[in-house]
T-cell receptor, first 110, second 111 residues
Framework: RKEVEQDPGPFNVPEGATVAFNCTYS??????FFWYRQDCRKEPKLLMS???SGNEDGRFTAQLNRASQYISLLIRDSKLSDSATYLC???????????FGSGTKLNVKP | SQTIHQWPATLVQPVGSPLSLECTVE??????LYWYRQAAGRGLQLLFY??????ISSEVPQNLSASRPQDRQFILSSKKLLLSDSGFYLC??????????FGSGTRLTVV
């Protein structure tokens, strides 16, 4: 079983739409959680950390459910510039080892 | 501020040739350093990590090796490349509970 699983998409949405990505992780010992954004042929970049209480950064809201081992990302009022692949990431164990999902591709259309 | 440099950006190598990819970080001391590979259309796979000079841990058996000759230098190597070594290689560093910062990556094509 994969450490982190995501729907690969693609999600094709119009500008202004609200879109939600989900992710599950297999190891209950996972300690920290993140969403990364990866543009085509570029390195991943940290979008936001995810906390149990939920957290928001502008149009982006992240949620964590430790009991269900489930992470979500909600994007409101989608922009063309939001088109990218969104990676779900968990940290587990010593030495800050991170485990990445294979990503969900988002295409925002005019 | 901390920066991470990775080179070259693109590399085309024949099967059986050697490989050396270099990564250096600036603005931090004793960072944890990581090498990841992303095959086409796939997720990131952790290859190696290092918590200090000369300390290398391998996550998966493979045709590659890593070395950390200096605190802020991390090198990925191979003696003989295979076609399956093609991919996007990313160096990253981390500090504390924060996420990773990645280098800009090396796109390797083995032909």
């Amino acid at each position: 079983r994969k450490e982190v699983e995501q729907d690969p998409g693609p999600f094709n949405v119009p500008e202004g739409a609200t879109v939600a990505f989900n992710c599950t992780y297999s190891n209950s010992a996972s300690q920290s959680f993140f969403w990364y954004r990866q543009d085509c042929r570029k390195e991943p970049k940290l979008l936001m950390s995810v906390y149990s209480s939920g957290n928001e950064d502008g149009r982006f809201t992240a949620q964590l459910n430790r009991a269900s081992q489930y992470i979500s990302l909600l994007i409101r009022d989608s922009k063309l510039s939001d088109s990218a692949t969104y990676l779900c990431v968990v940290k587990r164990g010593n030495f800050n080892k991170f485990y990445f999902g294979s990503g969900t591709k988002l295409n925002v259309k005019p | 501020s901390q920066t991470i440099h990775q080179w070259p950006a693109t590399l085309v190598q024949p099967v059986g040739s050697p490989l050396s990819l270099e990564c250096t970080v600036e603005g931090t001391s004793n960072p944890n350093l990581y090498w990841y590979r992303q095959a086409a259309g796939r997720g990131l796979q952790l290859l190696f990590y290092s918590v200090g000079i000369g300390q290398i841990s391998s996550e998966v058996p493979q045709n590659l090796s890593a070395s950390r000759p200096q605190d802020r230098q991390f090198i990925l190597s191979s003696k003989k490349l295979l076609l399956s070594d093609s991919g996007f290689y990313l160096c990253a560093w981390s500090e504390g509970q924060h996420g990773y910062t990645f280098g800009s990556g090396t796109r390797l094509t083995v032909v």
